[in-house]
């Protein structure tokens, strides 16, 4: 699964890039009664939401948007009701007070997910969520498949440390990318999204990137690794 990551061809990593809506419509397509529930709120989250971030004075969301977000997030991975329910308790005041000091934090990145963690039902992953939203050039979601994707971050800790870890890793990357394209637009977003594209097309047996020429591309894993969908059964904390 880390054989993307450790590509530094630019021009396979645009591939997978290229091919990332594709496999983000074969999941939704596959989730029965949902499908194409996940394609719609993932057109939301990477086109709509940014612009509605960026187009305010100071950066942040409101409390429909944040509802909305977790929605995304669980519907791209194991869907959990209780969050849903605990994050919609949260006021619209506060909601846009933490994600307006969150934002105004940055480049602090820890700040800024500590902030937003404060929250409810928001841990880590789900903060930087948030801030990829609004800031693609700093933040990339800490998704199950991203993180298991970058060596050494097995397993997965969903802890402000972690998601440093998984960013510094990531920022590296989207530097040593930036090097060598001459159209130089990668952002640790974006590389976020080809390492997601590339682990749910191998894990699901999708043939969409075969052409893509880095060793590893035809490999076809059975076991999903979303979600932890295989770890034993814990109480629900927030991610």
């Not at 308790?89 to 000091?101: D, H, L």
């Not at 800790?157 to 060598?180: G, I, M, S």
């Not at 130089?184 to 043939?207: F, G, I, K, S, Y």
């Amino acid at each position: 699964m880390s054989a993307l990551f450790a590509c530094e061809d630019p021009a396979q990593w645009r591939k997978v890039y290229d091919g990332y809506w594709e496999v983000v419509e074969a999941k939704s397509t596959g989730q029965g009664k949902k499908s194409g529930k996940l394609l719609a709120l993932d057109k939301w989250y990477q086109e709509e939401l940014p612009v509605a971030i960026g187009s305010r004075p100071d950066r942040h969301v409101t409390l429909s948007e944040l509802v909305k977000l977790m929605e995304w997030k669980l519907t791209r991975g194991k869907f959990r009701p209780r969050l849903q329910q605990l994050v919609a308790s949260n006021s619209e005041e506060t909601v846009e007070k933490c994600s307006r000091k969150a934002f105004s934090l940055l480049p602090d990145m820890r700040a800024a997910i500590a902030e937003l963690s404060s929250l409810k039902a928001l841990g880590p992953a789900t903060a930087s969520a948030v801030l990829a939203a609004g800031a693609p050039e700093q933040a990339a979601f800490m998704s199950d498949e991203a993180v298991e994707s970058v060596p050494g971050l097995k397993p997965i800790q969903y802890t402000a440390k972690h998601y440093a870890l998984y960013l510094d890793k990531v920022v590296e990357r989207t530097k040593t990318l930036n090097k060598v394209d001459p159209q130089q637009d990668w952002t640790p977003h974006r590389v976020e999204l080809c390492l997601w594209a590339w682990a749910v097309a191998n894990q699901q047996q999708l043939p969409l990137l075969e052409d893509v020429g880095v060793k590893g591309s035809a490999v076809r894993e059975k076991t999903s690794h979303s979600d932890s969908d295989q770890r034993p059964a814990k109480k629900q904390r927030a991610r």
